[in-house]
């Protein structure tokens, strides 16, 4: 009896992972032919149905990306950056939200003190994603920001790490 009930849990869990899978990319396909309405219904589906799942986090992403990049609306990309940061942390999805809401946080920063929000997200990226390739533009950011700031010295640091990271930067 344990053991059919421990079966169905998995095959449960199986088929929201499928289910997962299929809603992302019918979004994906909508997605492609511009159908964003179709996009976004699809993908709040699948963060209904599946809201731990890593495509969750990966929906959550490519909305982000859209309200940022399609419709320049980087205050409501940030919400959707921000979930994936606090429920979606373990996924590889994390660091380029996060990487993305510091590069939003640092665009509206119009004076230097008021970057520190934005130099936390990409120190975050650094530390928590060291394998990444976020990484080396965490690393260029964490330069734009230390120059903006007028830290010259740490400025140049970053910028050597990044190149050191790839010499054709």
Same mark, same amino acid.
């Given at each position: 009896p344990l053991l059919l009930v421990l079966a169905a849990a998995l095959s449960a869990g199986a088929q929201e992972g499928d289910l997962a899978e299929r809603l992302f990319a019918s979004g994906?396909?909508?997605?492609? /032919?511009?159908? &964003?309405?179709e996009a976004f +219904?699809?993908?709040?589906? #699948?963060? =209904?149905?599946? *809201?731990?799942? *890593? &495509? %969750?986090?990966?929906a959550l992403l490519r909305m982000a990306r859209h309200k940022l990049e399609v419709e320049k609306r980087p205050d409501e990309a940030l919400p959707l950056l921000e979930k994936i940061k606090t +429920? @979606? !942390?373990k996924t590889r999805f994390a660091a380029e939200a996060m990487?993305?809401?510091?590069? !939003? #946080? %640092?665009? =509206?920063s119009h004076r230097p003190q008021d970057l520190k929000e934005a130099v936390a997200e990409f120190n975050r990226v650094v530390d928590l994603f060291p394998d990444h390739p976020a990484v080396q +533009? %965490?690393?260029?950011q964490l330069g734009e920001a230390a120059r903006r700031q007028?830290?010259?010295?740490? %400025? /140049?640091? @970053? &910028?050597? +790490?990044?190149?050191? #990271?790839? *010499?054709a930067a």
């Open positions: 994906e396909r909508a997605y492609t /032919v511009k159908s &964003f309405g +219904e699809t993908w709040n589906q #699948l963060l =209904q149905a599946a *809201p731990k799942s *890593p &495509f %969750a986090a990966q +429920e @979606h !942390i990487l993305l809401r510091g590069e !939003i #946080l %640092a665009s =509206q +533009e %965490a690393r260029f007028g830290q010259w010295g740490r %400025a /140049v640091q @970053h &910028f050597m +790490e990044v190149v050191r #990271l790839d *010499p």
